[in-house]
Structures are given as C-alpha cells and as structure tokens.
C-alpha cells in the first residue's frame, strides 16, 4: 500500500524580509483585526510565492489609495507561509498577509475536518518585512 505523499518542505528566506520564525508544529497565525488578504498557490511549497503576493497587494494598496487621494494604505508588513494537506497530501502553498508585524504565539491550530477530508498544515512560518512599512503616502 502507498504512503500518503507528504511535503518535508524546508524553510527559505525571502529577499526584503527578516529571517523566518516558525510557527508550533500544525500550527498557523489567526489573527483576523490585521489580515489584509489570503491565497492559495498550488503546487510546491514556496514561500517565496507569499512574499511576490505580499509585495503586489501593498503596491496596489498604496496606488488605489494614491489614486483616490488618500493619505494612507494598508501594507503587507507580514504574512504566515505555510503547506496545506489534505489527508495527507501536500497541496500547496496558503498565504496569509498582515498589516501588522505578527508574531508566531498568535498561532492556533490548523486542523480541520470537512466530511471524511482531514486539512492540515506543514511548515507554517512567518515572514516580517524587514523595513516595516508605515503606510503612508
């Protein structure tokens, strides 16, 4: 019988943010006040993907809140990479952008069931830009 395929991803850094922290085994960051925005990226885990996410969503931020004469935006100073399973399957890479520096005790749980269907996550980490970036125009 085949064993389940399972992801023994490896932390990366990411150019333009502080070394990774990881989060507690099966564990991801929930802190909904400071979310600014998720994705699924399928495939390997790449966390690298996150921040190419992150650096889009601040840039994009910043030019509708230009564009709309506002004097501030909401930056991606952080984010939460980590690999999503299902029944034991590695999927891909779920990323999870902070306005706010977020810190790896803010992590809970990330089991879940949906039917028969265990989701679970792998190498959560989180990433803190490393200039913090004010969000001001």
Request: glycine residues 8%.
């Amino acid at each position: 019988m085949n064993e389940p395929q399972t992801n023994v991803a490896q932390t990366q850094p990411c150019t333009s943010w502080q070394p990774p922290q990881p989060c507690s085994p099966g564990t991801i960051i929930s802190n909904p006040s400071c979310n600014i925005g998720s994705s699924f990226f399928p495939g390997p885990y790449n966390p690298n993907l996150c921040a190419s996410y992150a650096s889009a969503q601040t840039t994009a931020n910043r030019n509708a809140a230009q564009a709309g004469g506002l004097n501030s935006y909401l930056p991606a100073n952080s984010f939460n990479a980590y690999c999503v399973k299902k029944n034991g399957r590695a999927l891909g890479t779920y990323c999870v952008l902070f306005e706010e520096v977020v810190e790896v005790d803010w992590a809970v749980d990330g089991l879940s069931w949906d039917g028969e269907d265990l989701w679970e996550v792998e190498s959560s980490w989180v990433y803190v830009l490393s200039e913090v970036d004010a969000g001001v125009c």
